[in-house]
Nanobody
Framework: QVQLVESGGGLVQAGGSLRLSCAASGRTFSSYSMAWFRQPPGKEREFVAVVSRSGGYTYYADSVKGRFTISRDSAKNTVVLQMNSLKPEDTAVYYC????????????????WGQGTQVTVSS
């Protein structure tokens, strides 16, 4: 098993930046693709970004492409989501997730989840 703990959420004005971190513990971090999902108020959970086990491959939702960057640090067992040029529609609870397969983008594919961190972007 792997345990995931997110941090870094908060309130920011439109156009601002936030950096979310996810600390992983338990089984070997490098065994998992790592992803960020988000759940806006009243909506279903949606894919944001994923990074491969090696860190060499990344995929992004079209809505965040060019604004968000996902990366992983295997030495620290963390995955980071750098969010720039934030928009009010980015407001959501953001979740970190781990999957022992490769680069999947549906929530049902992920076995392990963090507790979530709230991101609120004001206009």
């Amino acid at each position: 098993q792997v345990q995931l703990v997110e941090s870094g959420g908060g309130l920011v004005q439109a156009g601002g930046s936030l950096r979310l971190s996810c600390a992983a513990s338990g089984r070997t971090f490098s065994s998992y693709s790592m992803a960020w999902f988000r759940q806006p108020p009243g909506k279903e959970r949606e894919f944001v970004a994923v990074v491969s086990r090696s860190g060499g491959y990344t995929y992004y939702a079209d809505s965040v492409k060019g604004r968000f960057t996902i990366s992983r640090d295997s030495a620290k067992n963390t995955v980071v989501l750098q969010m720039n040029s934030l928009k009010p529609e980015d407001t959501a609870v953001y979740y970190c997730a781990a999957d022992d397969s490769s680069l999947r983008r549906t929530p049902a594919s992920y076995d392990y989840w963090g507790q979530g961190t709230q991101v609120t972007v004001s206009s």
